[in-house]
Structures are given as structure tokens and as C-alpha cells.
């Protein structure tokens, strides 16, 4: 008897295949025919999304692009300098399940560096009070949908720069909060009312200003935002019921004027505060019951684990420039493109290194070997935390980054996470970003863009014939600027034709 094709065999029994496939390779699956798509889109979506930390987006004072400090895989490699974008200097805000949001000083981006998608968004709608300024956040989770939102959230000013009463003395947040937000299903802003439930914040002339307000993060989970917002709380959006509530951040008074870091991990939404003992105290947002309250987990002392590394690395024999196992790499992407202007584009190093090991498996942390009696100080800062462990990364003294799991108290030197020419720039870190990526192919971005320059093309091209039929306006220049457009626009013809074709491909 001939074997049945894969694609005959029951839903349950082809499901099941398909679960133990990596993500990258169930992504590929779906391409092979109908019900293979079917059968992942219908219950393996979720399986789309990797489960490690491939690398961390780190952004640096002084830097026109984020750096990338990634980790080594025997997968695609993962360009950190997101070369294919078209723009001089791009930076990281935002990170949600593989999608980052970046921006340049005119333009958002959506981009998905494992399948190098992008899209660009159309300029931002201003802010609906004068004054106030916006912050954008993702919103995507690819086990409910290709389609991504972002949102623009209301910034305070200083109160001492606002001199409208009336608004001084209202409440913060209002109780209908109206965001601007992108639709990658519409492919434009619109608008979102919210419905706060519970009290206000407090009043806008009590807002203390915050100058760390763009270093907060947001937390983006079970068709729920949770965004750190200026003065000691964040604000919990439900996208499904579209209410919100303001959720006070924990131990706000008692630390008052210590930057906030929020996160996600293996419990849900973490929040952790670095206060000036050089203690770092973590907790998570407890939802299972009626009543939504912060739980204390751990209490770390960055000065300890500064010191168990320096005597860890003592121990070997190990100098502060000098590895202990396989490395991260850090991509250098600064100082690569820099070298690559001045050797006109053709300068182009390995983007990432490849060793005989599964990056996937997570098993990395070595256990801490402490030597007595060896006194060590340093400054650290909180990169991030693994969004399914219980492990956060640091970058201590001297740029080493190291990942820490606080329940076994084991850690691991990853390499060195700090630009060659960082020491000219003292503030050093600003915000990162670490990153799983998404292998899903479909991704509403390139052809959207580009059908936009067709257009834009196709319109001057036409101006410039009908001014080819009026001689008198017709000059030298211009007919150069016609056979230019041409060719232009043939080419962004080719690659939108291009673009369709694949994905009717895909979605076959």
C-alpha cells in the first residue's frame, strides 16, 4: 500500500507532528500546503514565537542606532543593525513577542528582525492638549493574529509649564482616556476611548515631573497593556473591553526618586527598583484573585553579585577584557557602519558568529565559585528580564553582561556588552530591550510601503509627461528627470509585483 501523504492524516495526529518542530521550522511548515497552514494557524500560532532570548537591544548615549548584544545560535543569523531599513539612524523604543518598534528623528518603524519585514507608519497624529507629547508602545501577539497596534500615550509636561486651570485642576488620568492608535489592519492612526475604572491618579497640578519618564517600559500580554507611566503608577489597558485602571507601582513612597523598571517574566508582568544601597528588589503583579496586588520575590544586592563575579573571573585566572565560556557578541553595529561609509559600503564583517550548540535550550548558568576574601565595588544596571524564566540580565562594571537567575542564585558571564568607543560617552546604557524573535511570515509591512512609493512615483512621472506635451515648459532637466522616474518606477513596479507574488505563495 502506498503512504498516505502527511497533509491526509487526522487534524489531532498532524497537530501533534507539528508541536515538536522548532519555531523557525513550523513557520517554514506552513508553506507547505493548506492544511499544514490550517492546522498551525488553527492551533500551534503560539508555537511561532521562539521561547529564548536570542540577544538584547540596547540603546547608548551619544549612538545614532541601537547595538545589539547577541547571543550565539546555530540558527539565521539576526542583523542587529537592521541594515535593510532605509534610514541613517535608527533606535529601538519598544519590543513586543519579535516586532520592535524603532524610530529616526522623523519616522516610526515596525520591524521584524528575524524575517527582515518592516513597515513604516505614517507620521504621528499631535497630542489632542498642547504641550503634552506622546510615547508609542507595541501591541502584537502572534498567537492571536499577524496584525499589531500602537499606541500613543499623553505625556505630562512640568506642571510649572502648563497655565490653564482649569486643566491643572483636573483629574489624571482622565476618566475617558482617548489614545491615538496605528492599525496595521486599517494601515492608519485612528482613535481608541478607554474607560477608566476605579480612582484617577491624582490631579495634573500634583504630577511631579519625572525627567526618567522615557526610559519606562510597557508590558503587552493577554490582550492587556500595562504601561509604567510617569509618576509612580501604570495604567492596565484591556484592548477586549477597551476600560483601564491605574495601578499603583509598589513600595512608591519608601523609594521615592529610584527609577522604575518594568518587565515580563515567567509569573506575568515584574516590576523592579534600583535603590542607592545598589539593591535591586523585584515583584511580580499578582491577578489570580478578585483583588490585583504586587507580590515582594526577591531582594538583590548588586554589590554581592558585582563582587562574586570580580572572584569568580579571579579564581581562573581571567582578566575584566577576557571571556569565561562561549561568548555573546556584542554586533558593534556603531562603529561597523561607521567603517562602512568610509570604505563606501564595502566593509562588511560576519553579523554573527555560529557555534555547535542549541540556543534554544536555555541551559546557560553556571554556579557561582566565590573566592573569600577579595572586596570588589562597581556600578551595574538592569538590562532586562527572560520573558519565560526567572532570570534578569545586568550589565555590571566595566561593561560585562551577566545573566542571573535570583532563585538558584547562578549566573553566567555572556561577554562583553559595551561599545569600543563607549568611554567617550559617561551615561552610558539608556534603555534595552531583549529580544525573541518571531518567525511568522506574514506581515502586513513591505507592500504597503511600497504600493505608497508607486504611488507617489506614478504621480510625478505623469506630471512630468504632461509637461513633456507642453514644450514651452519642457527643459533639459526635466527630461532627465522623466527617464529617471522610468526606470525608478519600473524597478518599484518589479518589486511590488515581487511582493504579491510571494504572498500568494504563502498563503497557499
Not at 7 to 24: K, N, S
Not at 45 to 67: A, P, Q, Y
Not at 307 to 312: D, I
Not at 465 to 474: G, K, R, Y
Request: hydrophobic fraction near 35%.
Amino acid at each position: 500500500m502506498a503512504p498516505q501523504p502527511a497533509a491526509a492524516l487526522p487534524e489531532d495526529v498532524l497537530a501533534e507532528v507539528l508541536r515538536r518542530l522548532t519555531p523557525l521550522l513550523l513557520a517554514a511548515s506552513r508553506r507547505v500546503c493548506g492544511a499544514w497552514r490550517d492546522t498551525v494557524d488553527a492551533r500551534l500560532r503560539g508555537h511561532l514565537l521562539s521561547r529564548s532570548v536570542r540577544g538584547i537591544f540596547i540603546n547608548f548615549t551619544g549612538h545614532d542606532f541601537s547595538e545589539f548584544f547577541s547571543r550565539p545560535s546555530t540558527g539565521p543569523a539576526i542583523c542587529g543593525g537592521l541594515d535593510f531599513l532605509p534610514t541613517k539612524g535608527v533606535k529601538v523604543t519598544d519590543h513586543c513577542n519579535g516586532l520592535l518598534l524603532c524610530g529616526d528623528r522623523e519616522r516610526d518603524y515596525v520591524v521584524n528582525p528575524a524575517t527582515r519585514r518592516w513597515a513604516r507608519l505614517p507620521p504621528r497624529p499631535p497630542p489632542h492638549m498642547p504641550g503634552f507629547s506622546q510615547s508609542a508602545y507595541l501591541a502584537f501577539d502572534p498567537a492571536v493574529s499577524p496584525h499589531y497596534e500602537v499606541f500613543l500615550i499623553p505625556r505630562l509636561p512640568s506642571s510649572d509649564k502648563l497655565d490653564d486651570k482649569a486643566l491643572l485642576e483636573s483629574e489624571w488620568p482622565p476618566a475617558l482616556y482617548v489614545l491615538h492608535v496605528f492599525s496595521s489592519t486599517a494601515g492608519q492612526w485612528g482613535e481608541k476611548t478607554f474607560l477608566r475604572e476605579g480612582e484617577a491618579a491624582g490631579i495634573v497640578g500634583d504630577m511631579d515631573f519625572d525627567p526618567w519618564y522615557h526610559l519606562y517600559h510597557a508590558v503587552y500580554c493577554r490582550s492587556t497593556l500595562y504601561i509604567h507611566c510617569q509618576h509612580g503608577y501604570l495604567t492596565r489597558m484591556s484592548l477586549s473591553d477597551y476600560t483601564y485602571k491605574v495601578i499603583e507601582l509598589p513600595a512608591a513612597d519608601e523609594m521615592r526618586g529610584f527609577a522604575y523598571h518594568l518587565g515580563r517574566s515567567l509569573r506575568g508582568v515584574y516590576c523592579a527598583k534600583h535603590n542607592y544601597c545598589n539593591r535591586l528588589r523585584l515583584w511580580h503583579l499578582d491577578e489570580s484573585h478578585d483583588q490585583t496586588e504586587w507580590v515582594f520575590n526577591y531582594d538583590i544586592d548588586l554589590s554581592t553579585l558585582e563582587r562574586r563575579f570580580h572572584n569568580y573571573r579571579k579564581r581562573f585566572g581571567v582578566d575584566s577584557t577576557q571571556q569565561i565560556g562561549k561568548p555573546w557578541i556584542l554586533q558593534d553595529v556603531n562603529n561597523r557602519k561607521i567603517r562602512e561609509e568610509y570604505h563606501n559600503g564595502r566593509y562588511r564583517p560576519p553579523v554573527e558568529e555560529k557555534y555547535d550548540w542549541n540556543s534554544d535550550e536555555d541551559n546557560f548558568l553556571y554556579i557561582e565559585d566565590a573566592v573569600e576574601g577579595v572586596y570588589y565595588s562597581g556600578s551595574s544596571h538592569l538590562l532586562g528580564f527572560h520573558p519565560y524564566k526567572e532570570i534578569a540580565y545586568f550589565e555590571l562594571h566595566r561593561g560585562r553582561g551577566v545573566a542571573y537567575d535570583w532563585n538558584s542564585s547562578k549566573f553566567q558571564d555572556l561577554g562583553c556588552s559595551e561599545p569600543t568607543d563607549n568611554h567617550y560617552f559617561e551615561e552610558g546604557t539608556t534603555v534595552s530591550f531583549p529580544y525573541t524573535p518571531c518567525w511568522m511570515a506574514e506581515f502586513p509591512g513591505n507592500e504597503f510601503e511600497s504600493l505608497l512609493e508607486h504611488e507617489e512615483i506614478a504621480r510625478k512621472k505623469s506630471e512630468l509627461e504632461a509637461q513633456l506635451e507642453d514644450h514651452s515648459n519642457f527643459s533639459c532637466a526635466d527630461e532627465y528627470e522623466l527617464r529617471k522616474f522610468r526606470g525608478h518606477a519600473k524597478r518599484v513596479k518589479d518589486s511590488v509585483t515581487k511582493l504579491r507574488r510571494r504572498r500568494r505563495i504563502t498563503a497557499r
